[in-house]
């Protein structure tokens, strides 16, 4: 584990090659050095700093360390310490272990424990504490917009779980095993591009063929080819999934 300026500054000095970093501990972890700091990242993403008066400054939000949450939230304590805790949709807690007693479960279980991530968090190394704690964020809610979420994607989904019934699903199956989709055409959720998509066809309660093909041909690469309404419970599970998004789209949120 790497828990001070000093001790990266040592880490980083057996490195073979400065400009390429050097590995820590776990599947992705790197060190690097960018004039006086060093840079902790984690599958090529960076997460955080070492600065020179011995704080840590995280330098990822929700946002950008969800593709690698996992990591973090698996072997961060191997590298830095402290523990990194999710609690929502793209959002997490992270706190220095000297401030965890116990179980860090029960810790990260009270939301004043522990700060929620954003990018420009610090920590003093030598004490543990957090420097520039901020409450958590909470947006304002437009309850118009609300409603007109909520209606939307229950109707859609109604319409959905009909076609289902009906077995329409069971064509599009049987087209994609038959003819795969290449694994760079299919369709990834969480994209800004296929959000648009997908909030477009709940605004506008469509449940088009196209749409369900390309529904199908997402889920294919986890198949033990699943029924039409197996296929529906794994479209709900997309949706909710991505709920965070679409209502921003939908504006329910004010000032996002």
């Known amino acids: 584990m ?32 960018d004039g006086d700091e060093y840079v902790v990242a984690v599958y090529d993403r960076q997460v955080g700093r070492f600065l020179p008066d011995n704080t840590f400054m995280f330098t990822a939000n929700g946002e950008k360390a969800y593709g690698i949450a996992h990591t973090l939230s698996g072997t961060m304590h191997r590298n830095l310490p402290f523990k990194w805790h999710r609690f929502g949709y793209k959002e997490y807690r992270v706190d220095h272990t000297t401030n965890i007693d116990g179980h860090y479960y029960q810790h990260f279980a009270k939301p004043t424990n522990a700060p929620q991530v954003y990018d420009g968090l610090k920590f003093d190394l030598t004490t543990g504490k957090c420097l520039n704690y901020r409450p958590d964020y909470k947006p304002t809610i437009n309850p118009d917009r609300r409603g007109e979420w909520l209606a939307a ?104």
């Open 2 to 33: 790497i828990s001070s300026y000093q001790a990266a500054q040592l880490h980083m000095e057996k490195a073979r090659s400065k400009a390429k970093g050097r590995p820590m501990k776990g599947a992705g972890w790197r060190l690097f050095q």
């Open 153 to 256: 994607s229950r109707e859609w989904k109604r319409k959905l779980k009909v076609a289902a019934r009906v077995g329409v699903f069971d064509k599009l199956i049987a087209e994609e095993r038959q003819n795969p989709t290449p694994l760079h055409e299919r369709p990834i959720w969480h994209n800004p591009e296929m959000l648009d998509i997908l909030y477009k066809a709940i605004k506008d309660r469509d449940c088009s063929v196209e749409l369900l093909r390309m529904f199908v041909a997402s889920e294919a690469k986890s198949w033990k080819t699943p029924t039409s309404m197996q296929m529906y419970e794994r479209i709900d599970k997309i949706v909710k999934a991505q709920s965070r998004e679409l209502r921003k789209r939908f504006g329910v949120f004010e000032g996002e």
